[in-house]
DNA sequence: GCTCCAAGTTTGAGCGCTCAAACCACCCTA
DNA sequence: TAGGGTGGTTTGAGCGCTCAAACTTGGAGC
């Protein structure tokens, strides 16, 4: 059977007997068009199943209506799937907005990012770009404003603040301040944190959650001081961190964590040093189902909402292109086990 | 500073001295051009940074050079398919072949899905779908090829092998044989099997797995006859599933399992029974940084190779559309504990 | 010296849409 | 009754590319 030559605006035209433009009108400027024309049009178009050609429409707005956003390679993967996460509630909040998104591969370096995402920009293959993993050494973001190229980073501007751009991130330290505040309600008065090697200096991830924690205990006026260890994101190196914690004599009774790889180690430290006693609680970061598996809470980024603010400070610079930047920061909630 | 406008295929031709279309050979039919034009023309395209308007190129081939892949909700499961691998592989695998990646968000059932999909396509966003997640009662091949929608599963078309179409697959029955060969060559001669629920009635993965250990054991002429387990997803489940296995009077001392998250159940349970003895080997499935973390041994599905692939049979049916449907299965390999 | 051919190059047309400007009734005002 | 509006609609032009067909050459062949 012969698929019948898929409807243009022409041939929608002819078929409502209007014009060209009238048939545009009633789908972008809907208020344009008389409504018993409206009617007319929108019956033609829905018997001639009529879809609008996006290249045809690029083509002449000279708009993408795409955003790209990296596909990383692979990670250490637990918190893979906080990504996947971002991916979906950027698609959805892309599809609301009529933005569709593009992935492309994580390339070697950044200076190779910064062409490729230059590249797609200027094939108006994307018109945006949604920055994932930013740190405080990231050259993405200056060499893109230099560009001129329009820009939403998921992750703060972490010691850049006299660059500013826009960006979305999800408060740390308030989460880590729930997980204190969890594990004080819960009776516990010892409280460590295990965290990342370079949590402290300059300014970062680790150092923000680190915040939240020291905070939180400070201002609870705990028995002695706050104590805490480091360890590389890996489970077996934050086991023999924390086994070594809880051998000393301030051993704590709950250990919150920088992550749900460094809890898993820490869940496992805590039992092996809990022969006879009851081991100590740990909390985790990222709320992945390891620590659900394990039965430990842990706290959840809203990744979702965090997609859904950089569509929408995206959408809004498109249409103001020159309003100053902007800084989103999101609240995290504590998931308990249950 | 004011910004020049980029350069077209007519801005190029007229700074070389030659006509657009010998510009665009260059670009795409090399061997149509004289070889010192060529190379005056690419002097052009470099000096005034010509970059070609994918749009522009899309409206006159009617093809997107793009294909569209489904961004999941938000699942559960430590393993599952940890899909980053997979988007990275494709992206980077259609890079290399002129291909974008589009993201969708998941719809809320198969039939939305199918008309969103069926809406890329029509709007020229799309040239075709990888389709995740298949399963035996999977609706949505048969909706594509009806309505003659390219597409490629990643995963085989349980028990619809009368409706062929391309997939690509993970050869699970090798994953799950060559945990076993490696638990006897490490000793071990009572191997039970912990799955899903569902494995054995209708083809699926599950299913599939399962016969791998199966054959496997069966061909090493063990002990006793093979035992097995069965649990849903959960490490909780998993636990207790496996602790009632060990206490049996034939005992395994070893578990393979369908998945990490059953495998972390299963290590548990078998720490927990072995009090005294030496506890059961498990091995997992899925190679996710929960069994590294464990030290448990884990089958590794090789994502990238079948994104590669995903793309490979996408790319070959684009050039021979009739050719007949092909199915590709990939060898998983067996990772260690380090 | 003429035709014929292939390699190389140019021209014309069109892909399906949006912008801006032009047009057209028709009503209102002076 | 002529002179403005004002919603509603149409027209013309062009976005930047590729396809197919038409056009140039400089030999080779006779």
Redesign the pocket.
């Known amino acids: 059977m012969a698929v019948p030559d898929?409807a243009?605006?022409?041939s929608v035209a002819a078929h409502a007997g209007?014009?060209?433009?009238?048939v545009?009108?009633v789908?972008?400027h809907p208020d344009?068009?008389?409504a018993?024309?409206r009617e007319r049009v929108l019956t033609a178009i829905r018997e001639t199943r009529y879809r609008?050609?996006l290249p045809?429409?690029q083509?002449?707005?000279?708009r993408a209506h795409a955003i790209a956003v990296r596909a990383e390679r692979t990670q250490d993967g637990i918190s893979g799937l906080v990504l996947d996460a971002f991916y979906h509630g950027l698609a959805e909040a892309g599809q609301d907005n009529g933005l569709r998104v593009l992935l492309y591969a994580q390339p070697a370096d950044e200076a190779a990012e910064v062409a490729l995402i230059d590249e797609l920009v200027h094939t108006g293959a994307a018109d945006a770009v949604v920055l994932t993993a930013t740190s405080a050494a990231d050259e993405r973001p200056a060499h893109l404003r230099e560009s001129g190229t329009t820009f939403c980073a998921f992750g703060r501007p972490w010691g850049h603040d006299d660059e500013p751009h826009d960006w979305v991130d999800v408060d740390g330290a308030v989460g880590t301040g729930l997980a204190v505040r969890h594990l004080l309600d819960r009776g516990h008065r010892r409280i460590a944190y295990l965290g990342w090697p370079e949590d402290g200096a300059d300014p970062s991830t680790g150092t923000d959650r680190r915040r939240g924690w020291l905070e939180a205990v400070g201002a609870a006026s705990l028995d002695g001081p706050p104590v805490e260890a480091r360890s590389l994101n890996q489970a077996a190196a934050a086991e023999v961190a924390v086994a070594a914690l809880l051998a000393r004599a301030d051993a704590p009774d709950a250990i919150v964590c920088a992550s749900d790889t460094l809890a898993l180690g820490a869940h496992r430290a805590a039992l092996a040093a809990a022969r006879s006693a009851r081991p100590a609680t740990v909390v985790g970061f990222d709320a992945t189902p390891v620590a659900a598996a394990l039965g430990l809470a842990s706290v959840a980024q809203p990744i979702d909402q965090a997609a859904h603010l950089c569509i929408d400070l995206l959408t809004g610079r498109f249409e103001a292109p020159d309003r100053p930047a902007q800084g989103l920061l999101v609240a995290p909630v504590l998931h308990l086990p249950s």
């Open positions: 898929p243009t605006l022409d209007v014009s060209r433009q009238t545009s009108n789908l972008r344009r068009v008389a018993g024309t609008p050609s045809a429409r083509l002449a707005t000279r």
